[in-house]
């Protein structure tokens, strides 16, 4: 059974810095990029970007580059989503999904990160 | 980025009602348009890829059309769990933006 699981809730500070993670399993891992989708409070979604664990490749969203990294780790089949500084506005809930290239659709979603950022 | 845009922003149908959702692509996509449905408080669902092809599970009742530059997403027979915010996905360029959404309420 093909799976996305996300960390858990965060609660932090402007300014500080922080790491998320989706983790896929019940697949092969390298074969799919991931997406990181995020949805601020009422808001609709918007695409961050994505990330290819086969070669480590990355395309981001120009509204995001430069504030967000993405990247992963194929050998414990985990992507992240990491800022080093953050800001209220980065108040959101974050998803990640895989990306079924040959059929270029979003099939499996994590359950969401919400992230708080808040002095 | 291209740009979607979803119309209407919001609908109000009755159970046994059919409805339809427009997506407008700022420039031609081909075929390469995803729908999504997403209930308060839970992650997307993918109900339609490659803008007509039903994802598995989803219900017949939901059925999308179109290519270039306008699509539909139409639902017949609403149910009561079709209350939801419907987006559109764009998968044509290396960005794939989403569309505003459409919150569907059932009366």
């Known amino acids: 059974e093909v799976q996305m699981v996300q960390s858990g809730a965060e609660v932090k500070k402007p300014g500080e810095s922080l790491k998320i993670s989706c983790k896929g399993s019940?697949?092969?891992?390298?074969?799919?990029?991931v997406a990181w989708v995020r949805q601020m409070p009422d808001k609709p979604l918007e695409w961050v970007g994505l990330f290819n664990p086969g070669d480590s490749r990355t395309r981001y969203s120009p509204s995001f580059q430069g504030h967000v990294i993405i990247s992963g780790d194929k050998s414990v089949t985990t992507a992240y989503l990491q800022w080093s500084s953050l800001e209220a506005s980065d108040t959101a809930i974050y998803y990640c999904?895989?990306?079924?290239?040959?059929?270029?659709?979003?099939?499996?979603w994590g359950q969401g990160t919400p992230v708080t950022v808040s002095s | 980025d291209i740009q979607l845009t979803q119309s209407p922003s919001f609908l109000s149908a009755s159970v046994g009602d059919r409805v339809t959702i427009t997506c407008r692509a700022g420039?031609?996509?081909?075929?390469?348009l995803a729908w999504f449905q997403q209930h308060p408080g839970k992650a997307p669902k993918l109900l339609i890829y490659t803008a007509s092809s039903l994802q598995s599970g989803v219900p017949s009742r939901f059925s999308g059309s179109g290519s270039g530059t306008e699509f539909t997403l139409t639902i017949s027979n609403l149910q009561p769990e079709d209350s939801a915010t419907y987006y559109c996905q764009q998968l044509y360029s290396d960005l794939h933006s989403f569309g505003q959404g459409t919150k569907l309420e059932i009366k």
């Open positions: 999904a895989r990306h079924k290239t040959n059929s270029n659709m979003y099939d499996y």
């Open positions: 019940g697949y092969i891992f390298s074969d799919y990029w």
């Open positions: 420039q031609g996509i081909s075929n390469w």
